[in-house]
């Protein structure tokens, strides 16, 4: 079975700085995705940027870029130029074939102004 | 973009009443949904998954009879929470797959805004 560790429960970050959630991961299999998600205080399931493993260009979207190390099976994301929107938890996820997505625990991120 | 709604977004109910919970897919039509469960700073528990016109996989230690899943059309399906207790009070968000993307990828996989029960 995969298991997915967040080992960051919270951080924070001054407004406009940049800010790097972990995230690592266990799996026996070579071509999978992983996800980062984000749940603002409304609750909603975000998601912000994915990976393909087979892809060795690492993803970015706008502010978010991740930093996938397969070998060490790693991913970050990193947020930059961070705004008070950015306030939220991030969940990191894993997803094999036609199953379901492996979710971490999350990392409670708070932009302070 | 792919839009998912649950209805209703918060309910309180008396112990030993049942709950239905909508999930539905606005404008795609989805093969699969999915069930979770959040407790308060927890990450997600996945319930149960359902395909339309079939049953509902449930996950290990999830009661099927008490949460009773049916996915009658690829735009709705419903989680009932029968007798429900205080223990089941908690936030249940749903997701769905959009049955046009080939392979069923998961970046497709859409999730609803969540629904708040509380149990008195």
């Known amino acids: ?35 980062w998600y984000k749940q603002p205080p409304s609750r909603q399931m975000i998601l912000v940027i994915r990976q393909e ?6 993803a970015t979207e706008n502010r978010f870029s991740v930093n996938f190390q397969k070998a060490a099976k790693s991913f970050s994301l990193k947020i ?16 094999f074939g036609n199953e379901k997505l492996t979710f971490g625990t999350g990392t409670r991120l708070t932009i302070i102004p | ?13 008396k112990s030993g009443t049942s709950v239905k919970i909508e999930c539905r897919s606005l404008d795609f039509q989805a ?26 996989t449930y996950e290990q230690g999830v009661e099927k009879d008490k949460f009773l899943i049916n996915h009658a059309s690829l735009t709705l399906s419903t989680l009932t929470v029968t007798s429900a207790h205080p223990e089941d009070s908690s936030f249940y968000i749903c997701s ?9 990828r998961p970046d497709t996989q859409y999730f ?9």
Request: hydrophobic share 30%; charged share 15%.
């Open chain 1, 80 to 95: 930059s130029d961070s705004q008070l929107g950015d306030t939220a938890m991030y969940f990191c996820a894993f997803y």
């Open chain 2, 1 to 13: 973009g792919a839009v998912v709604s649950q209805h209703p977004s918060w309910v309180i109910c």
């Open chain 1, 53 to 58: 493993a087979y892809k060795q260009q690492n």
């Open chain 1, 1 to 35: 079975a995969q298991t997915v560790t967040q080992s960051q429960p919270e951080m924070s970050v001054q407004e406009a700085e940049t800010v790097t959630l972990s995230c690592t991961y266990d799996t026996s299999e070579s071509n999978y995705y992983l996800f």
């Open chain 2, 96 to 104: 769905a797959r959009d049955r046009s993307a080939s392979g069923g």
């Open chain 2, 112 to 120: 609803g805004p969540g629904t708040r029960l509380t149990v008195l």
């Open chain 2, 31 to 56: 093969t699969t949904m999915f069930w979770y469960r959040q407790f308060p700073k927890q990450s997600l528990m996945l319930m149960a998954t359902s395909n339309e016109g079939s049953k509902a």
